[in-house]
């Protein structure tokens, strides 16, 4: 087990989703933040630097894709991979539309969860 802590961002509303996502991460060894709104966006992901952010759509209050888009414009944060994730049927078109790296369809099982991860961190 590396020592090294690899650390990921989790903005969604649904605390179930919120803890699933952290207890399988954090077994894996992630370090695990996680937010239920987007408020602040810059000054939250600025404080951790995380590898990897999982943004909700349908996040409070600006909602997934202006946080992802701002994220995006931002240096020093713009590099970071954005995993959006929505149970939204055309999802593609809104991860596009925000500017993030991949996106993962809710619901979704561990596997695919663990798979979308390990995409973004590999490239």
Known sequence: MSTSHKKI????DDEDILSICSYIL????WEVHTFSDCNNIIE???GILPDVIMMDNWIP???G???T???KK???LKDIPVIYFSANSDIQILANHAGAQTYLAKPF???DLEKVISTVIAA
């Open 65 to 67: 894709i202006i946080a």
């Open 61 to 63: 209050d600006s909602g």
């Open 74 to 76: 931002t240096e020093g």
């Open 109 to 111: 099982d561990l596997e």
């Open 69 to 71: 888009q701002t994220l």
């Open 44 to 46: 939250k992901v600025s």
């Open 26 to 29: 954090e077994e894996q060894g």
């Open 9 to 12: 961002v989790i903005f969604d």
